[in-house]
């Protein structure tokens, strides 16, 4: 098992939402702003399908590296895919779902990184 700081863990989700064609990957950190977690990580797809494949490269590729998530929530339909490892909160977005919804701007006083290959 590899023990990886919430920022690293939060890099590597978006690496891998990158390996399949996930886009528009950002690193929220909200540590200094919420209890909540430390770090958001959003990714868009462009299908529920696309989705569900962005998810389970992130959820398969941490647990090759020993780390499990404690939540996961929305695999069935594909349009918001949430999964929950306590300090890093990754979502995973059909995209006008992610423009609906908007949680870069709800959070927009969290500092931000964008992840790209």
Do not use: N
């Not at 797809?45 to 929305?74: M, N, S």
């Amino acid at each position: 098992m590899k023990k990886l700081s919430p920022l690293a863990l939060a890099r590597k989700a978006g690496q891998l939402a990158l390996s399949k064609k996930g886009f528009d990957v950002k690193i929220l950190k909200l540590k200094s702003l919420s209890s909540v977690c430390d770090y958001f990580v959003i990714a868009s797809g462009e299908a529920d399908v696309q989705v569900k494949a962005i998810a389970e490269a992130i959820d398969k590729g941490l647990r090759d590296i020993g780390i499990k998530p404690y939540h996961c929530e929305g695999e069935k339909e594909g349009r918001w895919i949430l999964l929950d490892y306590i300090d890093v909160v990754i979502h995973v977005f059909y995209e006008p779902t992610r423009q609906f919804y908007a949680l870069e701007k709800l959070w927009g006083d969290a500092p931000m990184e964008e992840i790209s290959d």
